[in-house]
C-alpha cells in the first residue's frame, strides 16, 4: 500500500557531497516525521537525522554541520544533503517515515529499500 524508494547514493571521495531523496507513494493521508538512517558493514543501523512536520530538525553528532535534512510534504519527499563527506560515512542509508494512511486510518512506520554511499579516501 505504501511505498518508499531512495535515490542518489553514489561512489565519492572524501571531501565531496551527495544528495539523497526519498520519495513516498501510496494510499497516504498524511506524512508525519521523516528521516534518515544508515547502516555500515557489521554495524548497527543508526540515526543520522529526521525532521518534523513542522521543519524541527535532529542530527547525530557525527554529521552536524555536514549534513541537512529537509523536506518537501507536497511532494512526499525527504531529502539529505551530505557535504564534506568522510570514508566513515559510508554505509547503506535508509528513509523512514512515520505515514497515516487512508484506509483503514492506520498510522505506522515504512522504510526505504536503501541506496549505498561509498567514500573513499
Not at 29 to 55: C, D, K
Not at 64 to 70: L, N, P
Amino acid at each position: 500500500q505504501v511505498q518508499l524508494v531512495e535515490s542518489g547514493g553514489g561512489l565519492v571521495q572524501a571531501g565531496e557531497s551527495l544528495r539523497l531523496s526519498c520519495v513516498a507513494s501510496g494510499n497516504i493521508f498524511r506524512i508525519n516525521v521523516m528521516g534518515w538512517y544508515r547502516q555500515a558493514p557489521g554495524q548497527h543501523r543508526e540515526l543520522v537525522a529526521t525532521i518534523s512536520t513542522g521543519g524541527t530538525t535532529n542530527y547525530a553528532d557525527s554529521v552536524k554541520g555536514r549534513f541537512t535534512i529537509s523536506r518537501d510534504s507536497a511532494k512526499k519527499t525527504v531529502y539529505l544533503q551530505m557535504n564534506s563527506l568522510k570514508p566513515d560515512d559510508t554505509a547503506v542509508y535508509y528513509c523512514r517515515m512515520e505515514i497515516t494512511i487512508r484506509y483503514p486510518h492506520a498510522t505506522d512506520n515504512y522504510w526505504g529499500q536503501g541506496t549505498q554511499v561509498t567514500v573513499s579516501s
